[in-house]
């Protein structure tokens, strides 16, 4: 069914206008420019989607794109450069260079928490490398789904870059097609579906996943700076982030000291009721809202853990309070898979190498943050642990700078992108020796008779 447009994109992909440099440039600026033009819909798009704050909107799905798209235009000269090498010696006389070479057709797929950024960000990177892409944003996010069509019908060629719209079904027809890479943002599991259906035309995979990542907070902190950092990354979009903390691990002598500051700092950024916040997101769906209502549920009705602050929800608004969760045990369900919403399980430790093989017994998750002063603890778990990225005495900064790969690692993800790392994503770098014609060592070539000793020589 998208065959055709495949076919025109590939058609596209083959005139080498894409090859051209500032052809690349050209293109970044214009998506800078719709980006710009369209600020105010793409607010409303995701407020109407996630009733997510203009500022928030603004910081993680507008600034965040356009400082990467900045970030590419001011590197791109250098990233497509032709990279000179040294040969081996034996080589003599030889000249060795990498030249960056764009793939061809990308299909991006995105996910719904930051339905702009998830889709138009990695997309940067497919322009900067000289790619033709077609873009499938997620459908649960329908307002900003439209939108980026709406947009990009506008302003790009359907041949260059094109937006299809649609679901489960549209993803499948997508797949059964090939292309030079999937980009694929969303859960583990439909992630893996992905990866089955590229292996059938061999078609390069990069996923960035989920999963359940920790949030380890220690005695030596500034304990006032920690609980508003946890606070702001948790909640910020409900906790419908991939990055977001899933779970605390927090120090049994702090923990309480800890669980106040969050308190306090809840109020302070949502008031009495955040249901009445204008700072304060809803869950995206029905079906969202109800798995999140089933943990608290459960720990309502079979008391599988206790709820120290908020487990309030309103069902017709998608609204569930900011909620706080003690006494939670490893086999109860909120933990047993990425919670994904504003409830923050709290669990205890008394020793660090406890903690570090917490970590270490579950999937590698996308991120890991660490709360601490000490900066032997901090390479004890930095070098001890295995997870995609994070921050020491923050949380999710780290995804906003471009100079930092950002991905996964094992159920969490493969592959990386943002600034360089999105570039090398969607190129291919193509080695070639060049050698003139003088100077053609015989040895090399058969019959290799009495060879072998000076083979040995020379190349031994
Ligand atoms: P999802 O996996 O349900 O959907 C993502 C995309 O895949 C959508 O466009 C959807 O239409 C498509 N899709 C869904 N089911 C499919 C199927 N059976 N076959 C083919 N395509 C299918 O993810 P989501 O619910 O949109 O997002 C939530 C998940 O994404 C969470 O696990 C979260 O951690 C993860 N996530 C990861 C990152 C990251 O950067 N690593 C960012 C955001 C979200």
Redesign the pocket.
Known sequence: MFAETIHNQRDFFQTGQTKDISFRIQQLKILKQAIVDNEAAILNALKADLNKPFAESFLAEIVLVVKEIEYAIKHIKKWTKPQKKSTPWQFIPASATIYPQPLGVILI??????PFQ?TIAPLIGAIAAGNCAIL?????ACHTSNLIAEIFNQYFDKSYLTVIE???E???QL?AEKFDRIF????????K??ME?AAKHLTPVTL????KSPCIVDTDIDLKVAARRITWGKFLNAGQ???APDYLLVNKKIKENLLNEIKKYLQEFYGENPAKSPDYARIINQKQFDRLVSYLKDIKDLKNGKIIIGGETICDELYIAPTLIDEISWQDAIMQE?I?GPILPVIEFTNYQEVIDIVNSHPKP?ALYLFSRNQSLQKQVIAGTSFGGGCINHTMIHYAAPCLP???IGN??IGSYHGKASFDTFSHYKSIVKKPFILDVKLLYPPYKNKLSLIKRIFG
Request: aromatic fraction near 12%; charged fraction near 10%; hydrophobic fraction near 45%.
């Open positions: 797929i995105g996910a719904w928490n930051f998830l499938k944003p997620s459908e649960i649609g679901g489960v549209t993803s499948e797949l694929f943002t969303g859960g583990t599991a439909v992630g579906i992905i259906a960035e996943l989920g999963g982030a991939c990055l990425e994904f996308l950002f991905g996964g969490s993800g």
